[in-house]
């Protein structure tokens, strides 16, 4: 039978081991969400420009097809 003290320190010396393991992967987690954080804002602000460069329902360039004639007319 192993010593108590022995499976103990074992034990403490696996969750340190996990701990740190733990601590690095929440890190690469956190660099990750802020890199995607960085994209969203940037496509956030693409979005907002694309949607300023669209004409207005009276704008120039905007045509109501019903107003057409068919192109066999």
Known sequence: MADPVARLEDRLIEVEIKLAFTEDLVDRLNEVIVRQQSQIDALIRELLQLRDQL????????RNLRDEKP???
């Not at 004409?55 to 905007?62: A, F, I, L, R, S």
Request: net charge negative; no cysteine.
């Open 55 to 62: 004409p207005g329902p009276d704008g120039p360039g905007v």
């Open 71 to 73: 192109p066999h007319y």
